[in-house]
């Protein structure tokens, strides 16, 4: 996010490269930094006649490059983008000439979704050395949650550690579809607001109370009845809570906690830093932790890999979810 603002602050500064190549697994940032160059280099008179948006599937790379060779018309510079770049993989190698003596004003924006450069390549090196590349990785799960207090904050809201627990655990790490049901929170909600497990149940549809959040806290805890009320919940609506999200979550929950005993230094900064959690929650690892001796953890996982090879039909095609979920809890619990 910070080289995504470094990259965004020099456009506005007046530093624009010849060449934007935005590259790697995630598309959040590519479609973002995109959109930003289309919206912003050019004005709006300017665009007419001066940018052409282009896609990979209907464009071979020489078209490309023509298109970018191109003088501007009344204007100081022309902006070509190409969408979709990656349908032009196996032919992205002949930009290299062109890389290699970029248009001066021509602003060529490349977005090479989900796959990236060899960075070894000459192609690569010349982007780099006359324009930028940008790799845009995917977030692990355990960084999500600080950049939604992130993205909300620059919007002028905050969200309470649930809350944001609750939108990863429905949605991972697609930073797209987080963003849209954030911007739907921040249309509804006024600006200052705190956003709480309540918005998130009201507004986008995943349960304050009936969450794999909340089993799995039910669980470190050993609240035996909680935890088989959501497990109900959960065979009632096979749809919005899959079996194999559900087991895969506990058996994390699990793994995690099966590390927590293995720590010599289990002081909260430590712990929450080795186990890649919001120290906010440690407090319910602390909780399991006493719940569950080493050897019982080791059990519990070993139990996990057989209900996740059953919960993908393997050796149990004819058991239904509620059984699966049943068993998971009494071999937990027992």
């Known amino acids: 996010m910070d080289e995504v603002l470094k990259i965004v602050n020099e456009i506005k500064q007046g530093n624009i490269k010849p060449i934007y190549f935005l590259m790697g697994e995630e598309p959040y940032y590519i479609d973002r930094l ?3 160059i289309e ?19 209907d464009v071979t790379i020489e078209e490309v490059v023509s298109n970018a060779k191109r003088y501007p018309m009344m204007a100081d510079r022309q902006v070509v983008i190409v969408k979709e770049a990656q349908e032009l993989s196996r032919t992205i190698e002949k930009l290299e000439s062109y890389a290699e003596n970029p248009q001066p004003t021509t602003v060529l924006v490349i977005a090479y979704k989900y796959k990236t450069l060899d960075k070894r390549k000459k ?13 845009s990785k995917k977030l692990y799960e355990n960084q999500v949650g600080e950049w939604i207090k992130r993205v909300l904050s620059g919007k002028g809201y905050t969200i309470e550690p649930k809350a944001a627990a609750m939108l990863v655990e429905f949605l991972g790490n697609d930073l ?37 959040f909340e089993l799995r806290k039910a669980i470190g805890e050993r609240d035996q009845l909680k935890a088989y009320k959501i497990a ?28 927590y005993h293995g720590l010599k230094d289990k002081s909260p900064a430590n712990a929450a830093k080795m186990l890649k959690v919001n120290p906010y929650f440690l407090k319910d690892y602390d909780i399991a932790l006493r719940n569950y001796p080493m050897r019982k ?38």
Request: charged share 25%; no cysteine.
């Open 297 to 334: 953890v080791s059990a519990i996982v070993a139990t996990l890999r057989d209900i996740d090879v059953k919960s993908k039909g393997v050796g149990a095609s004819a058991l239904p979810q509620s059984d699966l979920l049943r068993e998971m809890l009494v071999k937990i619990f027992n």
């Open 176 to 212: 797209s579809k987080i963003s849209n049901e954030l911007d739907k929170l921040t249309i509804i909600l006024p600006k200052g607001s705190a956003i709480t497990p309540a918005h998130i149940e009201e507004n986008i549809g995943i349960s304050k109370d009936y969450n794999v």
């Open 232 to 259: 109900d919940h959960f065979a009632n609506n096979p749809k919005d809570n899959p079996l194999v999200m559900t087991v895969g979550l506990v058996f994390g929950f699990f793994t995690q906690l099966l590390q």
């Open 123 to 135: 192609v690569t090196k010349l982007i780099d050395k006359n324009g930028l590349v940008f790799e």
């Open 34 to 36: 995109t959109e930003y």
């Open 39 to 57: 919206d912003n280099v050019l004005s709006e008179d300017e665009k007419g006649f001066n940018q052409m948006v282009l896609y990979g599937r």
